[in-house]
Nanobody, 126 residues
Framework: QVQLIESGGGLVQAGGSLTLSCAGS????????IGWFRQGPGKEREFVAA????????YYGDSVSGRFTISRDYAKNAVLLQMSSLKPEDTAVYYC???????????????????WGQGTQVTVSS
């Protein structure tokens, strides 16, 4: 099975940018959708973005559309989440996850994903 490790979190001022990475090991990403979720303090886990590795097709949550970009890093077998115009409400633990291999529609709910990373903290100060 695939193992996922997130990195790149940190503290950033509002309006700033940050790039997260989700590195995969154990199996290549070629047959997977890779998703990003986040969970803020006292909030439910929220879908952020997802990408189908084979085609590069992407899907974004409404709250981040136009500000975040998800992409593939072939050299590192990783998925990047480039975050810009950050707001204090983007503060959360960010997780990457994958559903079952060869899943056809891109899942946008937590229940659609079966393997999760440990998460990386992003804090946006006002």
């Amino acid at each position: 099975q695939v193992q996922l490790i997130e990195s790149g979190g940190g503290l950033v001022q509002a309006g700033g940018s940050l790039t997260l990475s989700c590195a995969g090991s154990g199996r290549p990403f070629s047959g997977y959708i890779i998703g990003w979720f986040r969970q803020g303090p006292g909030k439910e886990r929220e879908f952020v973005a997802a990408i189908r590795w084979s085609s590069g097709s992407t899907y974004y949550g409404d709250s981040v559309s136009g500000r975040f970009t998800i992409s593939r890093d072939y050299a590192k077998n990783a998925v990047l989440l480039q975050m810009s115009s950050l707001k204090p409400e983007d503060t959360a633990v960010y997780y990457c996850a994958v559903p079952r291999e060869f899943t056809i529609p891109i899942p946008t709910t937590e229940s659609g994903y079966i393997h999760w990373g440990q998460g990386t903290q992003v804090t946006v100060s006002s």
